[in-house]
């Protein structure tokens, strides 16, 4: 009988952080694409430089001496422009680890629990994640554009630093 339980439980979590976060990143996805454009599409070519990933997006316009950013406050999707005089800094993060490993046979108790536990912590890692923006604004001092989990995020972050490092101090 325990056996049984401990089999439901297993199958239960395994639904619930491989299938149903499959539905609700489609269900994210759909959501993105209704309820935001592509960061610039409606200038054409302005926008030299531009990244877009899930709700967040950064756009820079060199001309123009202007950063578009998209980001997401809460439930809120919230699009903004700046100067390049408006940007007081930027830096990436990326955060790993804290993940619980089984050694041995410890249980199916001991297997569901690591399995909620490195859930939550993968969510936390992706919320420190990202390029942060900090400008003037009172409203929105920082904002966070979020990069795809992939072996290739870190070198894209520090392309994005040069990328405002040139575009912003004029190196």
Known sequence: MEVLVGLVLIGG???????????AQKAAIAEHEHQTRPIAEDEGDKWTYK??????????????????????????????????????????????????RLIGNQGVNAAVSAAVINHMQNKQNEAGTGLFITVRDIDYPEWQILFPTSKGRELELKRWMEILRQQINLD
Not at 13 to 23: M, N, R, T
Not at 59 to 78: S, T, Y
Request: charged share 25%; net charge positive; glycine share 6%.
């Open 13 to 23: 979590i395994v639904w619930f952080l491989f299938i149903h976060k499959s539905s």
């Open 51 to 100: 990244h877009q990933f899930r709700e967040t997006a950064i756009a820079l316009d060199p001309d123009e001496r202007v950063i578009r950013v998209r980001g997401k406050f809460g439930k809120q999707i919230v699009q903004k422009e700046y100067s390049y005089a408006d940007v007081r800094s930027w830096n990436f993060n990326i955060s790993t680890g804290g993940q619980v």
